[in-house]
């Protein structure tokens, strides 16, 4: 037990490497056996669309445009019909069955999709092009999403954040495409892209004025394999994979993953026991004689069992002379079989030999383009002696060439190892937009650092310390919450200084009137941290749950749009945020908190006895010092939402001034009094 848990930590340790990447796919990324889970497509069709390429993008990965045009399929005027008004079209209204392939129906339920994220369509539509349990990869997150109401929140909430996402002003820009397709309507598509700026002129209308390539985003090349059922017209997978930003990892993951190699290292895997190994006596002549009459499916397949028997004199030999191989793991392209060779080699000296690279999906169709025979997409993942690791997943993109059939280029991109950059990238553009958010997100660290950690700022010992007495007045409290259990003599209620519960009571009810802003958390505006736990934290740990909220809350976007009650996320959260005594009973139990701490408990004395003595606790309790410092933090912070909650229930920004700056900037009772008169959002039953 004490050898496994050193691996996984190990394990772990490598992972957390940020410019490692998984030894960044291993410094390379495709090798992969596994003939059994090929899928060869029995049609295929290949496009090219708006062929802005990259500086670096391999020879013979794209068509031209006479090409293009030669084998435009017939439903090209009707997609771009479409694309001229800005609007997406639905899949079905490109398809029929009767008139095209299968393969070129789920081409075009593809292309609509990629033209409705660059026309800027709300998640709500591009949803539509999913089926209910449509299973969703972007390397840039930690997880799969799996479902349609997951997509639709993950769209919301991440718009602008990956490139197959609505929100930035870039678009997807189309290199190339592999199609294939099988008898039962499945349509399994590869499509190698990079990302343009829509307005690098800066004059709004979408163009630029200076050439292709200055439009381009740097380091932007992707690859997505896409699965479609053309019966349903709906994707059912999706796995996204883009090149790492600059400067490129090279060989820095390969070097700690050789420091570690041996502790990875399952022992030797028989990747492929029927396979020929490869005599050294084999001439080149042959090899390629012999790999001119092989698909290049097969070639690629050979490429990826070569790799697992560790035989790169074989993987070498299956690429032409005159080859370019590019792993976005570095800055630039290998060129020629004798770099190839090199960097192979290179990469191999340092992989565990238990590592074996497993083909998921393998698309092949014929090209008609001068000098490549087919191309290839592949969709793979590597195995440590059996068994999957995380994170190590990618796609490739290959040509042969037309006469050998030998691999003539390829283009390998893994998926992204840790730390993944996704909520990142979220996180970073809605404080750009909004650099206030700074300042909830400074107060909240100073909040736990002081609060919790501090020797000296409050008095009182640390959280650390789990001194006996605060953890006894905790207790105490809890049981005379809201003054239940003091007010109606209960024989368990123990006796506390009458303003410290009082303050503790005013904080807690404040606390709880939040609840009336759950409508913050909708279905079509989620939140990375959902409102209504938070709510539930700030009754036990206040604002070390609402500064973090503030700081991280999806924007509040005045589109105009209706904000029904049914949008709110949770019927239960629905009905309490839109309860009209929430703020007349909650205002109360403050008040009456506030009432409590004045002339409850006589034995303390007058208003200047008791005063004195809860001062005196306070110079040593550090509960009781926190419960002030929360104090504050609620008044700063509660007319925060006001706006936004108005903007919900269409009000405009000049109506209800009196209410709205009651609420804004009158602690406590402000906030009671508009949660009691505020507009109500409307039902969509009662319209």
Known sequence: MRFSGALSFLSSAVLMQQNVDFAYAFAFTPPSSSSNIQSFGKRGIHKHDNAFFHPTTIPGLHMTQSSQQANANPFEALLNLFQKNGNGPSPSSLLSSSSSSIATQGELIVKSFINSINSKQDPSELIQFFNDDVNYVDGEFYNPIIGKEELLRHFYLHQGSSYLSTGSDAKIVMEDMVVSSDEEGIVKVFVLYHMENSDVDGDGDGDSDSDSDSRMISDSQAITYYSVNVNEEKITRIFDVKEPPSPKPGDNGLQLLKTVSKVLDKGNVDADADADSGSDSDSDATKEDAKASSTSSSTVDQYFKAWNRGDMNEATSLFAQDCVLRDTQYPGAFNGRNEVEAHLANVNECLPSSFQFIIDELVTISSSEAGIREKVGALWHVENGGDDLAFTRGCSFYTTDAKTGLIQSGLEIPEKALPKSGVLNTISSTFNAEPIRYLPAAMWVAYMVIVFFSDGILPGANALQLEERTWIEVRDLSINFFLVSPLLHLPFSPTVHPMLEGVFNLLLSWAAMFAGFLSDDRKNKPNLLPFGPIVIGMQFLTSAFLLPYLALRSEEKDTGAIVYKEDISGEIQAKVSEWRPLGPFLGTVGTGAI?????????????????????????????????????AIFAMFQGWFIDDDLQRRGVQSDDLVVLRNFAKFVPFFGLATYLSFRPELPSRDEN
Do not use: H, K, N, Q
């Open 595 to 631: 009432v409590w701490a004045l002339i409850g408990r006589p034995e303390f004395g007058d208003f200047s006895e008791r005063y004195s003595t809860f001062a005196d606790l306070m110079s040593i309790d550090r509960v009781g010092s926190s419960f002030l410092v929360d104090l």
